[in-house]
């Protein structure tokens, strides 16, 4: 059994995605935990955070035995479904050791929020990113020796153990006492907030995980493989706007228990620090894209539209914009709320895709999650916090979004004729589009600063924070 061709990877790769989904609790119960503790951490009691730990500690040791139970029954299931490259047995166990760590990871993982909830991640993510480096190196390795596929698994599984019992070391050594019992062993608190999570979780799942199945159902498996390739360009670079957006959550979580913080300014500043880095990456994916995927793959089957790009781009705009306000929302526990908002996204997005892959194609596709997401979400979860955090009027919200729209669909406007003709020009070889992607990439970053920094008060405020922060931390250096 050896690492060769297509059918491993493909294998490999169809596990993983069903292993998202056995894994679902796992972001889920971060955010119900973390939101729990950035109270009793703020105001520094030790036994409400043993409280809510020991609760919580419980329900993650059933967790894994539910997950280890079900990866058991998928993995003498799996190798039914579709026609594996190896045996029944050798397809068996490479599900189970591919999913058992993730079960294991659930009695490990308890200690590692509360770090994270108490913003000292960074001591634990340096480790982390190690591992996943080492990771890399050895099945670089393991490939070029052609090392038998089995060490591929076990790199994998390895991984994941290993960096969650150097996190859970770390956290327990800076937090001893939470090896101690609670006076009160039976909070339920987290249990309550878990399933609220679990509920958002499983509804973002079907709103960015149904399109390949709604495409290969109506259009066959060589559509889905086209979209397929759309969307991992896309996806991957909306992850990465989204997770620089998405770091600060754990201090907002402490800046909402601190009475004497001015909230709604620092959201201000978040928004157009979002707004800035969302009208970036969504700008160039719509201008670059009608060109970049055919000629990266290869093959005309892949040219995309300008009509797909743009709700690709406008997606993308979107997904990172709406990050500040679902932080804030998260932060405060108002994910509770949005119960039955999670439901009707998820609802609309399905059938909207259903109607109108039948009509349109790709493009229906695409356009039901922009449909989706600017009436079902834009409506709800802005007017949900603006209630209840900052006791503001909305329509301040919906203008600020109104101003920064105009000036995406401009900048996004005006850089799609500057491309069509000048660097898109006659470029055909895939190292000088790359070159050409970056010279417009900075010239976009360029003209938004400018119009940013020229437009908005709270945009210029947050480079004067990260100055002043800068500063401080020279400042400290020096007297050290």
């Not at 970049?292 to 743009?310: D, E, H, K, R, T």
């Amino acid at each position: 059994m050896r690492l060769y061709g297509s059918e491993i990877n493909g294998l490999q790769l169809t596990i993983a995605q069903i292993i998202t989904f056995l894994n679902i609790c796992e972001l889920a119960y971060s955010l119900a935990f973390r939101q729990l503790l950035y109270k009793p951490l703020a105001e520094g009691d030790q036994e409400g955070v043993k409280k809510i730990y020991y609760g919580a500690v419980k329900i993650f040791r059933k967790t894994g035995v539910v997950v280890l139970c079900a990866a058991a029954v998928a993995a003498l299931l799996f190798p039914f479904f579709s026609e594996s490259p190896l045996n029944y047995l050798q397809t068996a166990g490479t599900f189970l050791m591919l999913a058992v760590p993730y079960g294991i990871s659930y009695f490990l993982m308890g200690p590692n929020f509360v770090i994270m909830a108490d913003q000292k991640e960074y001591r634990i993510n340096i480790w982390i990113q190690s591992f996943s480096i080492l990771r890399m190196i050895l099945m670089v390795v393991c490939i070029l020796l052609k090392m038998d596929f089995f060490w591929i698994l076990v790199i994998e599984g390895a991984n994941i153990l290993c960096a969650n019992t150097m996190a859970r070391h770390i956290a327990l050594k800076a937090y001893p006492w939470l090896k101690e019992e609670p006076a009160d062993r039976n909070d339920r608190s987290f249990e309550k907030r878990a399933g609220y999570a679990m509920i958002q979780r499983l509804s973002e799942l079907a709103t960015t995980q149904t399109d390949n199945i709604v495409v290969s159902g109506f259009m066959g498996y060589t559509m889905s493989s086209v979209y397929g390739t759309y969307s991992y360009l896309t996806d991957n670079i909306g992850k990465i706007t989204q997770t620089m957006v998405q770091s600060p959550m754990n201090s907002f979580g402490n800046l909402f228990n601190d009475k004497r913080a001015d909230s709604y300014a620092i959201f201000t500043e978040f928004f157009n620090f979002a707004t800035y880095i969302s009208t970036i990456v969504a700008t160039v994916i719509f201008i670059v894209m009608p060109q970049f995927v055919p000629v990266w793959m290869g093959n005309p089957l892949y040219q995309a539209s300008v009509p797909i790009c743009f709700f690709f781009g406008l997606n993308i705009y979107y997904m990172t914009m709406r990050q500040p306000v679902i932080i804030v929302r998260d932060a405060n526990g108002l994910y509770v709320n949005a119960k039955n908002n999670a439901y009707l996204l998820a609802a609309v997005k399905v059938i909207l895709s259903v109607i109108l892959v039948r009509v349109l194609g790709l493009l229906g596709v695409v356009l039901a999650t922009t449909i989706s997401y600017w009436t079902v979400d834009f409506l709800y979860n802005p007017k949900l916090i603006y209630d209840r955090v900052f006791r503001l009027p909305v329509w301040r919200y919906y203008l600020m979004v109104a101003l920064r729209l105009i000036i995406a669909l401009a900048v996004g406007g005006a850089g799609f004729v500057f491309w069509n003709q000048t660097l898109a020009a006659g470029t055909t070889g895939k190292l000088q589009l790359v070159l050409n992607i970056i010279i417009l990439g900075l010239i976009d970053m360029l003209v938004c600063t400018i119009i940013y920094a020229a437009a908005f008060k709270s945009f210029r405020n947050l480079f004067r924070r990260l100055r002043s922060v800068l500063a401080r931390r020279r400042n400290a250096g020096t007297k050290a």
